[in-house]
């Protein structure tokens, strides 16, 4: 074919394409990165963290082939963790990697189209923020945010958007939990009447980087670009990589584990955030000069916000000085409970029929239950939120770029596991009950915004 009528054809059908485009809501630009099942998805990595290395990246590699996704470049701040995700991965993917020292170069590279965000934990809301405005589709490791600021800012520029977010919350892909919430959802379970959640280990190690700390220069990084919107401080390489030891930088505990086992409990509920949060606890064993606390114990009131006659309580408790990393979370009705460590229905601590009979009303005692026998899929660990979990919720983020349906933790998860978490924060910052402002969509401590 000439080329002149080649051009004019396929002109011809662009053109035709983007008044289609037009007509149903789409932006040129969008148009344009519509992705095709034959299209191959190139995604570019933002922090080669040791949650990317260990766990994201092998979960990437066990669908990529199959989803005819790439990976092709790596932005991280320090020279070091750079050139080894550059290394790693162009190993793994059978040739050359990009390097890129920001995000800005990274976006730089027009032709990226997703990203998967695995910085420091108070970076996620605002990285998802770059790759929006980027265009990009993006996994989002938790904790998605831990200021109101950050939290507002990035839920906004998602829903503005018509990209695929997946929130790092691996829980809401695992077959155990998806049949635990239709249980609930389907009135099998009763109403909730309350949540005991607990994460103990015994790691005097976790979340500390010392050998790392000793070899890190500041010249072979970018201080003040890793602070981002936080108050400026010296440079500190325990802050740059032990960053979950140190408020404002993480809150530590909160939004490493409780965010994970918090988000169920709105998953199951259909509730958004607790009406009040109060919290005790402190460093009591590795005084290490960290900020955040090695124990805590939160207690949560949750219901619908306008009727404190109904609702329930949840519990969370964690210490890093005993325990065996056994993460328990059970949840209780009047009939028994629904326990996520065995991943069973029971009617232990039901109503049962004498003392029912003292009042005149019907026993409540539920089935006994197996969660693995109402699913054909292969059951995940309940318990670490581990590989299986995470290999399944890569996969649901792939597909989910491939048909644009939202995936199974869109950004209200992420958002509203936030509000959990600063609540926290702010109630074990200052020693008060903390609440949220619906109308301001703030964190409040007596008649104060919490800030930090």
Not at 316 to 328: I, L, Q
Request: proline share 4%.
């Amino acid at each position: 074919m000439p080329t002149n009528r080649r051009e004019f054809i396929t002109n011809s059908a662009k053109a035709i394409a983007g008044v289609y485009a037009a007509s149903v809501g789409f932006s040129a630009k969008s148009y344009a990165r519509i992705i095709g099942a034959n299209d191959r998805v190139r995604v570019g990595v933002v922090g080669f963290s040791d949650r990317f290395r260990h766990s994201l990246l092998p979960c990437f590699m066990n669908h990529f082939k199959q989803q005819n996704f790439d990976m092709v470049a790596v932005s991280d701040l320090w020279k070091t963790r750079r050139e080894e995700g550059v290394a790693l991965i162009k190993e793994k993917m059978g040739h050359d990697i990009t390097a890129c020292r920001n995000n800005d170069e990274l976006y730089a590279i027009k032709n990226i189209d997703a990203v998967m965000i695995s910085t420091a934990d108070f970076q996620h809301a605002r990285h998802a923020i770059e790759a929006i405005k980027a265009g990009c589709d993006a996994y989002v490791e938790k904790p998605f945010a831990e200021t109101m600021e950050d939290n507002r800012a990035a839920l906004r520029a998602v829903r503005a958007s018509d990209r695929i977010v997946q929130i790092g919350s691996q829980r809401r892909s695992g077959s155990n939990y998806m049949a635990a919430d239709k249980f609930i959802r389907e009135g099998k379970f009763g109403a909730i009447t309350m949540v005991e959640l607990t994460w103990n280990v015994n790691q005097p190690g976790r979340w500390r980087r010392p050998a790392l700390v000793a070899s890190l220069k500041k010249e072979d990084t970018d201080w003040n670009r890793f602070l981002l919107n936080r108050p400026f401080e010296a440079w500190d390489p325990r802050k740059y990589l032990e960053y979950r030891l140190f408020w404002p930088y993480s809150s530590g505990i909160p939004g490493q584990w409780m965010s994970h086992q918090i988000d169920t409990v709105h998953w199951f509920s259909g509730l958004k955030h607790p009406r009040s949060v109060v919290a005790n606890g402190g460093i009591y064993m590795w005084k290490d000069g960290r900020r955040n606390w090695d124990t805590l114990t939160a207690v949560f009131d949750y219901g619908p916000a306008n009727d404190a006659s109904t609702g329930f309580q949840v519990t969370f408790g964690s210490r890093m000085h005993n325990g065996e990393e056994r993460p328990a979370e059970i949840y209780y009705s009047n009939g028994g409970e629904l326990n996520l460590i065995t991943n069973k229905v029971s009617p232990k601590g039901g109503l049962t029929e004498n003392f029912a009979a003292a009042m005149n009303i019907p026993p409540n005692l539920l089935p006994e239950l197996n969660l693995a026998d109402t699913t054909s899929q292969v059951v995940a660990s309940a318990n670490t939120g581990g590989d299986t979990l995470t290999s399944a919720h890569v996969l649901n983020w792939m597909e989910c770029i491939r048909s644009r349906k939202q995936p199974n933790a869109p950004v209200e998860a992420g958002y509203y596991h936030s509000i959990a978490n600063i609540m926290t924060t702010a109630a074990s910052r200052t020693g008060e009950k903390a609440v949220f402002d619906e109308k301001s969509q703030e964190v409040m401590v007596g008649n104060k915004i919490f800030k930090y």
